[in-house]
């Protein structure tokens, strides 16, 4: 079975800085699709990036980026230039490209960006 | 617009009692999901559906029931046997036909069981 791990549990950051997630998976699979999902305070899930596995240019979205590093099973996501409507909950999650396949998320982490 | 609609966004309940929580979606997408979310636990799957009137237990499905009659329709009953009821508890769909996949989320229903 699939597994998603995030170790930090929170993290505090002033604005401005660069701050980093991280995000380990454990899967035998080889293809797959791993995502990061933004949660703030008024709870509404919000896709930040996506990875697929098979892609080895690391995909960015404005000031997110993401280290994927697919040997090593680790999937760091990168905030430059924090403002402070970056706080929220972070999950890092899991999929495989199959249909009968289910989204598997960590258990996240808090993300403060200190005025 | 297209979206994922959740009802209601806030529910009680008495202890005992079954209750449904309502999840549609206009985006013609195939598979739909229940997650529940506790502090500190993450998103735990509760039943999801790849395909009208098949779905799978999740991690956590115990004390819950769903069907998918409809592709737009995934609703979610907690029965009287599910211990601890009072959580927050969100649907997501995702997945086309060319398995192009982002789950997308509802605004999420808070529970809570006096």
């Known amino acids: 079975a699939q597994t998603v791990t995030q170790s930090q549990p929170e993290m505090s950051v002033q604005e401005a800085e660069t701050v980093t997630l991280s995000c380990t998976y454990d899967?035998?699979?080889?293809?797959?699709?791993l995502f990061w999902y933004k949660q703030p305070p008024s709870r509404q899930m919000i896709l930040v990036i996506r990875?697929?596995?098979?892609?080895?240019q690391n995909a960015t979205e404005n000031r997110f980026s993401v280290n994927f590093q697919k040997a090593a099973k680790s999937f760091s996501l990168k905030i430059s230039d924090s403002q402070l409507g970056d706080t929220a909950m972070y999950f890092c999650?899991?999929?495989?490209?199959?249909?009968?396949?289910?989204?598997?998320f960590g258990k996240g982490t808090r993300l403060h960006i200190l005025p | 617009d297209g979206g994922i609609t959740q009802s209601p966004k806030y529910l009680f309940r008495k202890e005992g009692q079954n209750v449904t929580l309502s999840c549609e979606q206009n985006?013609?997408?195939?598979?739909m999901y229940w997650y529940r979310q506790d502090p500190g636990q993450g998103l735990r799957l509760i039943y999801y559906?790849?395909?009208?009137?098949?779905?799978q237990k999740g991690d956590i499905a115990e004390g819950y029931s769903v069907s998918r009659e409809k592709k737009e329709s995934f609703p979610l009953t907690v029965t009287s046997a599910q211990k601890n009821p009072t959580a927050f508890y969100l649907c997501?769909?995702?997945?086309?036909?060319?398995?192009?996949?982002?789950?997308?989320f509802g605004q999420g229903t808070r529970l809570t069981v006096v």
């Open positions: 997501a769909s995702g997945q086309d036909r060319d398995m192009n996949t982002e789950a997308f």
């Open positions: 899967t035998s699979e080889n293809n797959y699709y």
């Open positions: 990875q697929e596995a098979y892609k080895q």
């Open positions: 999650a899991f999929m495989k490209r199959a249909r009968d396949d289910k989204i598997i």
């Open positions: 985006l013609n997408h195939d598979a």
């Open positions: 559906s790849q395909i009208v009137n098949d779905f």
